[in-house]
């Protein structure tokens, strides 16, 4: 009938989902069509991991789902920080100074390298850079 609910795409990559709706492109990532999608949305939302096995999904609070996840974000964080990272370095190749922001920079850069050796993956203390 003309009147049938629309299905929606949730994409996931390895069994962990990575995406909802129209996408377009997602690398090696599965896609499976499902009527009722707004829990997933939820519960990605809210931090939480969402694995789809057995034909199924369901919300996880693994402590490995949830190192994965602080993973992914850490190097997220560490890839927005390359990009500030060549530009003190130009500057200070430019100038034959040293920046005061370099040392500041790799110090944050360690403290997320560092972010694993934290014994509680549900309680993470993520250093902060303050960018002057």
């Known amino acids: 009938g003309t009147g049938s609910m629309s299905k929606n795409k949730v994409y996931h990559r390895q ?8 996408l377009g492109e997602i690398p090696e990532a599965q896609c499976v069509e499902v009527d009722d999608c707004k829990w997933i949305i939820e519960a990605l939302n809210s931090g939480r991991c969402v694995i789809y096995q057995d034909d199924g999904f369901q919300i996880q609070e693994s402590r490995a789902a949830q190192w994965l996840f602080i993973r992914q ?16 370095r130009d500057s200070e190749v430019i100038s ?26 549900f309680n993470i203390v993520w250093p902060i850079w303050s960018q002057k």
């Open 15 to 22: 069994g962990f989902v990575v995406g909802v709706g129209e």
């Open 96 to 121: 034959g100074v040293v920046n005061q922001q370099h040392q500041e920079l790799a110090g944050y850069r360690q403290a997320l390298r560092d972010i694993t050796l934290q014994p509680d993956p």
């Open 73 to 88: 974000s850490r190097d997220v964080l560490l890839a927005e920080s390359d990009v500030e990272m060549m530009k003190i």
